[in-house]
T-cell receptor, first 111, second 116 residues
Framework: RKEVEQDPGPFNVPEGATVAFNCTYSNSASQSFFWYRQDCRKEPKLLMSVYSSGNEDGRFTAQLNRASQYISLLIRDSKLSDSATYLCVRVGDSGYSTLTFGKGTMLLVSP | NAGVTQTPKFQVLKTGQSMTLQCAQDMNHNSMYWYRQDPGMGLRLIYYSASEGTTDKGEVPNGYNVSRLNKREFSLRLESAAPSQTSVYFC???????????????FGAGTRLSVL
């Protein structure tokens, strides 16, 4: 089982829809995660951090489910500009932490 | 407001040629990273430098060397380029001083490399 797994999609949704992605992880000791966003042919950019208590930022909500070892990203009221690939990222546990990136889930929002 | 700057943006090499990809950050970050991104493979860590003066191998280090020139700069060298090294290369940096926020990595715009 890969360390961080995501459904590659694409998820095709109309504007205004609510969409959710999950990301599963294999290391039960994992504590911290990020969601990054990557637009086509651009660099990844941080979307939000995922705290154990969950995290909400406007239309975006991230949750961590330790019992089932997955994190989720919920996007409400989708906009055309939300079309991108969303990368699930696990933060390493050592003192010098590296990040482990999932392969990403593609979202396409249509008019 | 530059953040992480990579040069060049595009490069075409012939098999066996060498080149160095340059990366500089102006955020006073301790750690710097080199990734490659290939279709269907996601981002894979090549090398990283947790602090000035140290470098460590990542997931896919073969065929590459790195130099942490100073706190700002971290270069990636391909000594003898191969077609399998055709990829998009991203440099990133992070503060990495404890706490989740310090692990956030900020990326450069990438270098698109083709090896013929």
């Amino acid at each position: 089982r890969k360390e961080v797994e995501q459904d590659p999609g694409p998820f095709n949704v109309p504007e205004g829809a609510t969409v959710a992605f999950n990301c599963t992880y294999s290391n039960s000791a994992s504590q911290s995660f990020f969601w990054y966003r990557q637009d086509c042919r651009k660099e990844p950019k941080l979307l939000m951090s995922v705290y154990s208590s969950g995290n909400e930022d406007g239309r975006f909500t991230a949750q961590l489910n330790r019992a089932s070892q997955y994190i989720s990203l919920l996007i409400r009221d989708s906009k055309l500009s939300d079309s991108a690939t969303y990368l699930c990222v696990r933060v390493g546990d050592s003192g010098y932490s590296t990040l482990t990136f999932g392969k990403g889930t593609m979202l396409l929002v249509s008019p | 407001n530059a953040g992480v700057t990579q040069t060049p943006k595009f490069q075409v090499l012939k098999t066996g040629q060498s080149m160095t990809l340059q990366c500089a950050q102006d955020m006073n970050h301790n750690s710097m990273y080199w990734y490659r991104q290939d279709p269907g493979m996601g981002l894979r860590l090549i090398y990283y430098s947790a602090s000035e003066g140290t470098t460590d191998k990542g997931e896919v280090p073969n065929g590459y060397n790195v130099s942490r020139l100073n706190k700002r700069e971290f270069s990636l060298r391909l000594e003898s380029a191969a077609p399998s090294q055709t990829s998009v290369y991203f440099c990133a940096s992070s503060e990495l001083a404890g706490g989740l926020a310090k692990n956030i990595q900020y990326f450069g715009a990438g270098t698109r490399l083709s090896v013929l």
